[in-house]
């Protein structure tokens, strides 16, 4: 497609369990970005892959959250033994060439029960 | 480190109305910075950037400037519709391929 995709849209599960979130981002963009909303904390980066590389995971909050990048193309954001502040919005965001602004997919809205 | 603070919300306005939204930021070097906004139910949007002092960014009748002396990026727009009403974020990006550093949003409610 022409834009960011992620998967799940919506994801409801237990406390404990973990989960695995999916975005494809726009086709030959090098550059993606994980990022997470909620009401507390509001809009927070979470890692960036540049390729199969990730030269910045400075905003991965706990290591229950890791992520990889396959074919420099598709990643998947997993959390492991999800907690209830782990509910937000995961939003997903590439980018082609430098100096041009993200691209942002609708994000999962992920909800711990 | 990098921060962007702007004005919380909400913001409740008039159709026709004259809309600002304060953004500033601390940075060291030349960020680029942009507003995004998010529609209600819908993911974020780039609105307008600037990457370069006194550069203005404009879209969809929004405006912003980027003021390096002052350390703003503040959005504007003449005259509002009610389907400007969305959650408006400022954002700095401190180099080319950096993550970007959101403020908190403001929502805009523009009622008829």
């Known amino acids: 497609g022409a834009g960011v995709s992620q998967s799940p849209s919506n994801k409801v599960t237990e406390k404990g369990k973990d989960v695995e979130l999916r975005c494809d981002p726009i086709s030959g963009h090098t550059a993606l970005y994980w990022y997470r909303q909620s009401l507390g904390q509001g809009l927070e980066f979470l890692i960036y892959f540049q390729g199969n590389s990730a030269p910045d995971k400075s905003g991965l909050p706990s290591d229950r959250f890791s992520a990889e990048r396959t074919g420099g193309s598709v990643s998947t954001l997993t959390i492991q033994r999800t907690q209830q502040e782990d509910s937000a919005v995961y939003l997903c965001a590439s980018l082609g060439q430098d100096n041009q602004p993200q691209h942002f997919g609708d994000g999962t809205r992920l909800s711990i029960l | 480190g990098n921060s962007v603070t702007q004005m919380e919300g909400p913001v409740t306005l008039s159709e026709e109305a004259f809309l600002t939204i304060n953004c500033t930021y601390t940075?060291?070097?030349?960020?680029?910075l942009f507003w995004y906004v998010q529609y209600p139910g819908e993911g974020l949007q780039l609105l307008l950037k600037?990457?370069?002092?006194?550069d203005k960014g404009s879209n969809k009748g929004f405006e912003a400037t980027y003021r390096k002396e002052t350390t703003s990026f503040h959005l504007e727009k003449g005259s509002v519709q009610v389907s400007d009403s969305a959650v408006y974020f400022c954002?700095?990006?401190?180099?080319?391929?950096?993550?970007?550093?959101f403020g908190a949003g403001t929502q805009v409610v523009v009622t008829p």
């Open positions: 954002a700095l990006r401190g180099d080319s391929w950096g993550k970007l550093q």
């Open positions: 600037a990457t370069k002092a006194d």
């Open positions: 940075a060291t070097g030349y960020p680029s």
